[in-house]
């Protein structure tokens, strides 16, 4: 399925869940508190937001997350103000494993709740088959003022399009 959103096009408005990072977290039994972030509140930003199927899952934790986080200053040079990660896992689920790869407050772990937003632009995978039910397909963006310049729905399992070193080069 192709993603129904393109470059040009605005995002569709979302309101995620996170829990915002805190030196507190690092105290294992504390959960936090989640909020709300409104995709409104990215207006005159730039952007970086990729997606994973799942938190703890193989490919999204030893691939996909860590070089975001390693290559962190290197997206900051080149103008970013906020790297978000979206996944149908819920704002406790993100934030633990956020607190498990040791991202502190480098990247947003927002709770696409049923994977709607993603949905709604037509990057949402049915995994039902292994038994995840609906989730965010494995994508990147980067959202520039709201509007997307950048977006690629990985092609089959692995990461290449939605991997930092493919999102840095078209920064």
């Given at each position: 399925?192709?993603?129904?959103?393109?470059?040009?096009?605005t995002?569709?408005?979302?309101?995620?869940?996170?829990?915002?990072?805190?030196?507190?977290?690092?105290?294992?039994?504390?959960?936090g508190?989640?909020?709300?972030?409104?995709?409104?509140?990215?207006k005159?930003?730039k952007?970086?937001?990729?997606?994973?199927p799942?938190a703890?899952?193989?490919?999204?934790?030893?691939?996909?997350?860590?070089?975001?986080?390693?290559?962190?200053?290197?997206?900051k040079?080149?103008?970013?103000?906020?790297?978000?990660?979206?996944?149908?896992?819920d704002?406790?689920?993100?934030?633990?494993w956020?607190r498990f790869?040791g991202?502190q407050?480098?990247?947003?772990?927002?709770?696409?709740?049923d994977?709607?937003?993603?949905?709604?632009?037509?990057?949402?995978?049915?995994?039902?088959?292994?038994?995840?039910?609906?989730?965010?397909?494995?994508?990147?963006?980067i959202?520039?003022?709201?509007?997307?310049?950048?977006?690629?729905?990985e092609?089959?399992?692995?990461v290449?399009?939605?991997?930092?070193?493919?999102?840095?080069?078209k920064?």
């Amino acid at each position: 399925m192709a993603p129904t959103i393109k470059v040009g096009d605005t995002i569709p408005e979302a309101t995620f869940t996170y829990i915002a990072y805190t030196p507190e977290l690092e105290a294992k039994l504390a959960c936090g508190i989640p909020t709300k972030l409104n995709t409104n509140s990215w207006k005159g930003k730039k952007i970086v937001l990729f997606s994973v199927p799942g938190a703890f899952t193989p490919t999204c934790h030893a691939n996909h997350l860590p070089p975001y986080i390693e290559k962190y200053d290197e997206f900051k040079a080149k103008g970013v103000d906020a790297i978000a990660v979206v996944a149908a896992n819920d704002a406790f689920v993100l934030s633990g494993w956020g607190r498990f790869e040791g991202v502190q407050d480098k990247l947003l772990m927002l709770s696409d709740t049923d994977a709607k937003w993603s949905e709604s632009m037509g990057l949402s995978a049915d995994l039902s088959a292994v038994g995840f039910g609906t989730r965010t397909a494995r994508y990147a963006m980067i959202i520039d003022n709201l509007v997307v310049r950048y977006v690629e729905l990985e092609p089959a399992k692995g990461v290449t399009v939605s991997g930092a070193d493919a999102v840095l080069s078209k920064l």
